[in-house]
C-alpha cells in the first residue's frame, strides 16, 4: 500500500546536518520509506495525499534511558543527590508494581503520553516485577511504541525494592519465556554494579551471551558511585570494567550517563561499540554534573539522549533535546569547547536513537517511518516571514503534545 505525506519536510540525515524541503513529498510504500520528493514522482500521481498544508514534518524522537515505575514520582526529591534520592523515593515508588493493578493504570498513561509527545522509539527500565514488566510491553506495543523494555535485576543495596539472586534469575528467566511481542523486545538490566552481586552479574551475563540479549545499565554518573564501585570491586580499575568482567559490555550495550567517564573510559566504550546516553535533565537535577557529549562523539562514541524518568522532571523529548542544549551551554562556557547546536541535538533525540535500532538517519528511503507533524498555530505569531530552519528552530523548542498533529511509528499512524 502506497501512502503520501505532504508538508514542510525537515531532518537531520547526519550529525550536524540539516535538510530542509518546503513542501515536500514523503512516499511510503507498505509503511516504509521509498522516497524524499520536492514533486511528486508520475508513478505515484493517481495515490493519495496527506496534505499537512504548511505543517512541519519531522522525525520522531527515541528516548534510550528511561525508568517506566518512576513515572508516579515525577518532579520529587529533585533537591537530593542520587544515592539519597534511591532511597528515599525510588525504591519506595518502585516497589509499588507488585500491584498489577496500579501497574496498569500507570503504565497506561505512560504508553499514551509517550506518543501524544513524539516518542515512537524507547529502551526502558521496568521494575523488579516480571508481571507488571509484561503490562508495561504490552501497553507499549498497544499505543504503537517500538524498542526494548528490561525486567531490572537488583539483589543487594535496593532497599525494599531489593531480590534474592535466586528470585531474580528464576523471574528474569519467566519473563523472558513470555515475551512474544511484534514491536517491543526484551533487554537485560543490572541496575547498576552496586546493586548486583557478582553472581547475578555472572548470571545475566551468560544469559546474554547464550540468548544474544542486548544489555543496559547506568555507569559513572557521579564521583559517590564511582568511589563505591571501586569498594566493591578492587580488582577493577575503572567502573566500565566490572560489566565487562561479566560479559556485559559487548556491541549495542547501553550505558546511562557517562559523566565522569574518562579519556580512558571513553576508549573502552568506542572500541566496544557501547552506546552513551547523555540525561541532561537528571544529571542537572541531581547536581551529578554534565557529559562530554561533543569530545564522545569527537572520539567515537555512540552518542544518544535519554530523558531519564525521574530523575529527569520531563517526559518529552523535545524538551530532553533543549537541555541538552542549555546544559552543553554551560559547559562550553566552563570549558571553551563549542556547545551543541539545536540540529545536532535535535539529531541525537532522533537519528542517533534510530540507528541504534537499525533504522535511517533522518528519512532514509528503506527504513520504516518514524515521524511527527507538528502544527506551529499554537505558537506565538511572528514578526516577518521564517524560514524553515527558524520554523524548526523554533518548534524544537516550544513543541508539545498539543502542538503535535500527527504521530507515526514504523510506518503507522499512531496519533
Known sequence: MVTILRGNIIHTPAFG??????????????????????????GY????????????????????????????????GMDLPLLDWLNAYTFKTEERFADTDYARRVYRRLAEELVAGGTTRVAMFSSRHTDATLILMEELERAGVTGYVGKVNMDRNSGVAQETTE?????????????????????????????????????????AAERDLPV???????????????????????????????????????????VYSDE??????AEAGVWAVHCAASNVNICSGTAPVRRMLEEGVPVALGSDIAGGDQLAMSQVVVTSIRASKVKAMETGEPFLTVPEAFYLGTAA????????????????????????????ESTREL?????????????????????????????
Open 17 to 42: 546536518k540539516l535538510e530542509t524541503l518546503a513542501g515536500g513529498y514523503l512516499v511510503l510504500e507498505d509503511g516504509v520509506i521509498a522516497g524524499v520528493y520536492p514533486r511528486l514522482p508520475e
Open 167 to 207: 528470585e531474580s534469575i528464576a523471574e528474569t528467566l519467566r519473563w523472558l519465556e513470555s515475551c512474544h511481542f511484534d514491536h517491543i523486545k526484551p533487554m537485560l538490566t543490572p541496575r547498576f554494579t552496586p546493586s548486583c552481586t557478582d553472581e547475578l552479574m555472572a548470571q545475566l551475563g551468560r544469559l
Open 353 to 380: 536513537g534510530s540507528r541504534y535500532f537499525g533504522g535511517g538517519e533522518g528519512f532514509a528511503p528503506g527504513h520504516a517511518l518514524h515521524a511527527i507533524v507538528v502544527d506551529e498555530g499554537v505558537f506565538p
Open 45 to 76: 500521481a493517481a495515490c493519495p495525499v496527506e496534505d499537512w498544508g504548511e505543517k512541519l514534518i519531522l522525525p520522531s524522537f527515541a528516548d534510550l534511558h528511561l525508568h517506566a515505575p518512576q513515572y508516579p514520582m515525577l518532579g520529587m
Open 387 to 415: 524560514t524553515l530552519a527558524e520554523r524548526f528552530e523554533r518548534a524544537v523548542y516550544l513543541m508539545d503534545e498539543y502542538s503535535i498533529a500527527a504521530v507515526y511509528s514504523e510506518g503507522r499512524r499512531v496519533k
Open 216 to 258: 543496559q545499565s547506568h555507569l559513572s554518573e557521579n564521583t559517590g558511585e564511582i568511589a563505591w564501585v571501586k569498594e566493591l570491586h578492587p580488582d577493577c580499575g575503572q567502573y566500565w570494567e566490572t560489566y565487562r568482567k561479566y560479559g556485559l559490555w559487548k556491541p549495542g550495550t547501553l550505558m546511562a550517563h557517562c
Open 264 to 269: 580512558r573510559e571513553r576508549a573502552a566504550m
